[in-house]
């Protein structure tokens, strides 16, 4: 099975950039559909992006032309280049993996931390 792992959070002021990775080892990433999730304190997991196998991307629609998601099959690595952070941002960001074109995703990383400031 595939083992997930996050970079790159931290403390950044809104109006700045942060990329976050996931990197894959156990199996090829690009045998998987990779999302990038968040969960603020107090609120619900929220779906953020995704990138399918062949690259099509979906996004959350407040995130749409801030975020873009990208993978990397060389490197086994998924990135999400986040531009013009809003303190609303601020959440552990958590990338999981899927099998097939449609379904669960049921593999999961622990999480990156990130903070956005005003």
């Known amino acids: 099975q595939v083992q997930l792992e996050e970079s790159g959070g931290g403390l950044v002021q809104a109006g700045g950039s942060l990329r976050l990775s996931c990197a894959a080892s156990?199996?090829?990433?690009?045998?998987?559909?990779v999302a990038w999730f968040r969960q603020a304190p107090g609120n619900e997991r929220e779906f953020v992006a995704a990138?399918?196998?062949?690259?099509?991307?979906t996004y959350l629609e407040s995130v749409k032309g801030r975020f873009t998601i990208s993978r990397d099959n060389a490197k086994n690595t998924v990135y999400l280049q986040m531009n013009s952070l809003e303190p609303e941002d601020t959440a552990v960001y958590l990338c999981?993996?899927?099998?097939?074109?449609?379904?669960?995703?049921?593999?999961w990383g622990q999480g990156t931390q990130v903070a956005v400031s005003s």
């Open positions: 156990g199996r090829p990433l690009s045998m998987y559909r």
């Open positions: 999981a993996a899927g099998l097939g074109p449609y379904g669960a995703y049921g593999y």
């Open positions: 990138v399918t196998q062949n690259g099509g991307n």
